[in-house]
């Protein structure tokens, strides 16, 4: 065989292996999202899959996988093949904070992940119930100190930034207060 009939076998083998390749993506694109249905971090990511499936023009599940701050969303990612369909709609509690606070982690952030974008930005409020009697936040800081481990506060998880800010608050921490992480976000 030719120089020249070897190479066109070989281009036409080619072409026809792309053909008989399903464009990406061809079936449906799961969105594990790390916390639980109707909080703003799911709703934020049922408005990014509905764009993307819009886009795609495929659908977008979202998948609820809440708990061990990331661990079960991100263990999930990180044992799916790397193939595009299976994505991770993760904060920096996942990624960054983990590996800092837990001495097991049963992903690798880095190796495990590919960075797609950033999603969103968001800023942090303190609310407290109207039957608190503290209207800034100084007033809740000498509330928390004039009753020392009474006044608790509501986190997505150990780790989280809420989590790590309030933590990182000496006038807080001076309160001895503490989180209650939970899907209900409830302590008693």
Known sequence: MSTARGLLLAALCSFGFALAQTPFPGK????????????????????????LAELLAQPVLID????????????????SPPDGYTLLA????????????????????????AP????????YVLLVHPSVPANSVQELIALA??????LNY??????????????????WRASRS???????????
Do not use: W
């Open 28 to 51: 449906p694109i799961r969105l594990i999202v790390t916390s639980p249905p109707g909080g703003s971090n799911d709703i934020l990511n049922r408005i990014v899959g509905a764009k």
């Open 64 to 79: 609820n996988r809440p708990g061990a701050s990331g661990f079960v969303a991100a263990e999930i990612v990180a044992k």
């Open 90 to 113: 993760a904060t920096e509690a996942t990624l960054v904070a983990n590996p800092l606070f837990f001495r097991k982690v049963p992903y690798d952030p880095q190796g495990d992940f």
């Open 116 to 123: 797609v974008t950033i999603a969103v930005e968001i800023g």
């Open 145 to 150: 100190r004039s009753k020392p481990g009474a």
């Open 154 to 171: 509501a986190s997505s998880g150990n780790g989280s930034a809420f989590h790590i800010g309030m933590g990182c608050s000496s006038a």
């Open 178 to 188: 503490c989180t209650c992480p939970s899907r209900a976000a409830r302590c008693r």
